[in-house]
C-alpha cells in the first residue's frame, strides 16, 4: 500500500510539472516578447525623428 502511496505521489508530481513548467516558458516568452516589443518601438520612434 506504501508503495502505491509513492508512485501516486510520483505521478502527480510529473503530471503537475509537465503542465506547470510548458506554461512558465509560455509566460516568460509572452514577458520577453512585450519588453522587445516597447524597445522596438522606441527604436522605430528614434529613427523617424532622424527621417
Known amino acids: 500500500m506504501n ?25 516568460g516568452l509572452f514577458v520577453w516578447l512585450k519588453l522587445t516589443e516597447e524597445a522596438d518601438e522606441e527604436l522605430l520612434e528614434l529613427d523617424r525623428e532622424r527621417v
Open 3 to 27: 508503495a502505491l502511496k509513492t508512485v501516486a505521489v510520483a505521478l502527480g508530481i510529473t503530471l503537475a510539472a509537465l503542465i506547470i513548467i510548458p506554461l512558465v516558458v509560455l509566460a
